[in-house]
């Protein structure tokens, strides 16, 4: 299974840009990198996937490097409201034809005024 | 417009005493999840529904039973909490094709309290 490192923590001031790190080098061709978070007592939230192009939605815009070795997230305008653990996860197929999601540690993200 | 149900989201059960958590969805997704979340930590999956084949994760305790009796509902039975297995409980679905990139949504969670 391709694993994700992240950092623990990363601080961001309310209005700027949220650029949060994955590396997941093991990844393999047909996988796809996922991002979801969690704010504290809540279920996890899907925030965006891809798996080689970048991606833009209403939520975030999706960075993978071309050899697609490590992405990077961001938020364009962090909120108060975006201070979450937010976890990168490269689905895993299994046969059958569904997946898992593999959490990881995640990196915990604080949004200060 | 609730998708994920969780109910109820807070339990209290004694140690050893069998416990139900349970789940509905109203979103027809054929896949059906069910996660611990301990405190401070990631979540981790315990088993999931595809359709109504059941699929174990290999370190999941035998203590945890799930059944799912239709498409909307999922239930997952302790048969004899420990205090380690006080925890929230997570429940998500997904549609799943072969082949496709899907997203799993996650309800909002039963937290477990044993005593």
């Known amino acids: 299974d391709a694993k994700t490192t992240q950092p623990p923590s990363m601080d961001c001031a309310e209005g700027r840009a949220a650029n949060l790190p994955c590396n997941h080098s093991t990844i393999s061709g047909n996988e796809y990198v996922y991002w979801y978070r969690q704010i504290h007592s809540q279920g996890p939230q899907y925030i965006i996937h891809g798996l080689k192009n970048n991606e833009t939605n209403e939520m975030a815009s999706l960075i993978i490097t071309e050899d697609r070795k490590s992405s990077t997230l961001i938020l364009p305008h962090a909120t108060l409201r975006d201070t979450a653990v937010y976890y990168c996860?490269?689905?895993?197929?299994?046969?059958?034809?569904?997946?898992?999601?593999?959490f990881g540690a995640g990196t915990r993200l604080a949004v200060h005024p | 417009d609730a998708m994920v149900i969780q109910n109820p989201r807070y339990q209290v059960t004694q140690f050893g005493k069998p416990v139900t958590l349970s789940c509905s969805q109203t979103l027809n997704h054929n896949v059906m999840y069910w996660y611990q979340q301990k405190s401070s930590q990631a979540p981790k999956l315990l088993f999931h529904y595809y359709d109504k084949d059941f699929n174990n994760e290999a370190d999941t305790p035998d203590n945890f039973q799930s059944r799912r009796p239709n498409t909307s509902f999922c239930f997952l039975d302790i048969r004899s909490p420990g205090l380690g297995d006080a925890a929230m409980y997570l429940c998500?679905?997904?549609?799943?094709?072969?082949?496709?990139?899907?997203?799993?949504?996650f309800g909002p969670g039963t937290r477990l309290t044993v005593t």
């Open positions: 998500a679905t997904s549609r799943d094709r072969l082949g496709s990139a899907y997203e799993q949504y």
């Open positions: 996860i490269v689905r895993v197929a299994l046969g059958g034809g569904y997946n898992k999601l593999i």
